[in-house]
Structure formats: structure tokens, C-alpha cells
């Protein structure tokens, strides 16, 4: 079997307390907590800055990597723990893969909605906050977000891989189809 990793990462800092979103900025918006789901491993690993080179190593190592914003975000976030190009991974970037289809930008708690029903239970700034508050219950908040965001990218991945299309709402309320040619169907496993 293939390994799929699924990833997401969440910050210290927002873009406010850094100086924007300028290039330069990223690297000083600090990695709070990062979660992978591996799946040949079937375990997801929780990973803090001080162990952001064992991330990456296990990012590097993947057979596709696959998340949401990960190429213009979290990679980028990363970058500030490794001289290696994260680029040169093997990535799906969802938001990137819908964004060429739809021309626009769709968060991954609209498609969760739409397409599974579900919502994201936090948002970035909500863990920015807990980790200003300190103390291991909110790093565990974190976690737990980091994690159940990396499990619902995994589900979207998964349904546009077997369904060839994703779902959101438009500004009106409609609920849309986008479609999606997404490889590696055969890396997962069956329905």
C-alpha cells in the first residue's frame, strides 16, 4: 500500500503579530501543533515544534501528502525547521486542486459542510488563543482540532477520489457540485 499522509498545522502567532502575510512573515508565525494521519501506519502522530523535524522527515517519506492550503500555508510555516524545499514533496493541495476548477478559493469547513455533513469544531485563530493560554489541556485543544481537521480532509480527499466531485454552497445558499479529477484512486482502500 501506498502511503498517503494528511497533514495539518496550526501557528503560535497570527499574520497580525508577525507583520502580515508578506513571504518573510511565515517563518515567524511558529508551529504550535502539527498532525499527520499515515496511512499505512493507520495512526495519526501529534507533533510539537521541538519534534518539527520528525514531521518533516515523515512528510518527506510519504508517497503523497495531501491537506488543505498546505502549499501556500503550512509549507511555508515549516520552512522556518528545514533548508529542504518543501515544494518538492509529492502534494494534492485541495484548496489548490478546487481553485483551479471553480476560479475561487473555498474553505475546507464550506466543503465539509456541503459534502459530509460536517463541521470544522475550531478555527486558527481559536488555536492561536489556546495556545497563548498555555497549559497541557490546551495544547490538547489544539490537538484535538489539528486532528479532527486533518481526519475531515482525509474524508474530503477520500469522496472526491471515489466521487469525482465535492460539494458547497454558493453565496445564494445553492448547494453546487465541483468537480474533481483527483489520481491515486487506487491507493486507497475500497468503499
Not at 509529492?90 to 486542486?97: K, R, Y
Not at 481553485?99 to 474553505?107: D, N, P, Q, Y
Not at 484535538?144 to 475531515?152: A, L
Not at 480527499?157 to 453565496?171: F, K, M, T, W
Amino acid at each position: 500500500m501506498k502511503n498517503i499522509v494528511y497533514f495539518d498545522l496550526e501557528t503560535q502567532k497570527s499574520f497580525d503579530e508577525v507583520g502580515g502575510r508578506s513571504p518573510e512573515h511565515f517563518r515567524q508565525l511558529r508551529l504550535s501543533v502539527g498532525v499527520t494521519y499515515s496511512c499505512r501506519d493507520e495512526e495519526y502522530r501529534i507533533f510539537h515544534e521541538n519534534n518539527a523535524h520528525e514531521m518533516i522527515q515523515q512528510l518527506m517519506r510519504a508517497d503523497l501528502v495531501v491537506g488543505h492550503n498546505i502549499l501556500s500555508f503550512d509549507y511555508k510555516v515549516l520552512s522556518a525547521y528545514t533548508a529542504f524545499d518543501l515544494d518538492q514533496i509529492p502534494t494534492l493541495d485541495t484548496l489548490v486542486e478546487i481553485e483551479k476548477v471553480l476560479k475561487h478559493r473555498l474553505s475546507l469547513d464550506a466543503i465539509a459542510k456541503a459534502t459530509l455533513g460536517n463541521s470544522k469544531i475550531a478555527d486558527g485563530m481559536d488555536a492561536i488563543k489556546w495556545w497563548r493560554l498555555g497549559g497541557p489541556e490546551n495544547l490538547l485543544k489544539i490537538a484535538e482540532y489539528c486532528c479532527y481537521d486533518v481526519k475531515i480532509t482525509k474524508l474530503i480527499h477520500e469522496y472526491g477520489c471515489r466521487h469525482g466531485e465535492l460539494y458547497y454552497h454558493d453565496r445564494f445558499g445553492q448547494k453546487r457540485v465541483v468537480k474533481v479529477a483527483w489520481q491515486d484512486v487506487q491507493l486507497l482502500a475500497p468503499a
